[in-house]
């Protein structure tokens, strides 16, 4: 019986409270006061996450060892950003006997990033306790949210009267002389690797006999890889009617092409010349 008392004051202590994630915080600035749940963070925001842990066990040594990640995910579970991971070995004095380990990292959402409710998962492993521990913490996103589509599309096709403008216009219409405006979205490209996009689009003017008036000289292009899927490119067109045109009905043609999916795509929308 003797024996197996020492043997067992060998080994480590365990602590009494089971290992927990504690007191989570996601704030504007680092080590700053919590946010409010509602609030509402947008697309290309970065914040700040910290959290403690509690009910770590100590060697007989005072000696702490865990190891940790934090991953943030989108509604749908995509994840939006490199999972952040440490390995930490530690000492604890009697004196820290009421001390929690501190995570903390930042989290940046992607600039495309859609609407709905987040989630940041933070695990603990205590590879003293032999324990492990998981929390979930959510935070709001509000983005700009484009109808998916299973193959290439112009999404929001809308006119413009200036370069500058926020507001598209209710009637399509202009005169001689004006700049003609429009903003589209492209979306359902394939990917490759490394989320890799190659989506081009080239924009064309067409009067109403089917006269092609202007060709964009050169296709716009968009090649990128990211870590977070791009669900869409934002895309526009510009330009200066001539002051001797002729009023009626013109088209706007977009030709676009998907070179990661092979796929195109065309759509034609009207404005008016009064």
Not at 77 to 82: F, Q
Not at 141 to 160: A, E, M
């Amino acid at each position: 019986m003797r024996l197996i008392a020492l043997l067992a004051l060998a080994g480590p202590l365990v602590a009494a409270a089971p290992l927990a994630i504690v007191r989570p915080v996601i704030s504007d600035t680092d080590g700053g006061a919590q946010l409010p749940a509602s609030f509402e963070h947008v697309p290309g925001d970065r914040f700040f996450f910290f959290c403690r842990v509690s009910g770590y066990a100590k060697t007989p040594e005072e000696k702490i060892h865990y190891t940790y990640s934090v991953e943030a995910a989108d509604p749908k579970g995509v994840a939006i950003m490199e999972p952040f991971a440490q390995n930490i070995a530690d000492e604890v004095t009697p004196q820290d006997k009421d001390w929690m380990p501190k995570i903390q990292t930042e989290v940046v959402i992607p600039p495309l990033a859609p609407s709905g409710t987040y989630q940041i998962v933070i695990k603990v492993e205590d590879l003293v306790g032999k324990t492990k521990a998981e929390l979930s913490v959510p935070f709001v996103v509000r983005g700009r949210d484009i109808v998916p589509s299973d193959s290439l599309t112009v999404r929001n096709f809308q006119f413009f009267r200036s370069e500058e403008a926020t507001q598209p216009l209710e009637k399509a219409a202009y005169r001689p002389g004006d700049g003609v405006w429009a903003r589209f979205d492209l979306t359902g490209y394939r990917y490759g690797p490394g989320n890799k996009i190659d989506v081009s689009y080239v924009t064309s003017v067409i009067a109403d006999s089917g006269k092609v008036l202007w060709t964009q000289p050169e296709p716009a292009v968009e090649q990128s890889e990211s870590f977070y899927p791009k669900r869409y490119v934002a895309a526009s067109m510009g330009i200066t009617l001539q002051k001797n045109i002729r009023p009626g009905v013109y088209t706007i043609a977009v030709q676009a092409k998907d070179g990661v999916g092979n796929q195109t795509y065309e759509t034609r929308q009207t404005f008016t010349v009064e």
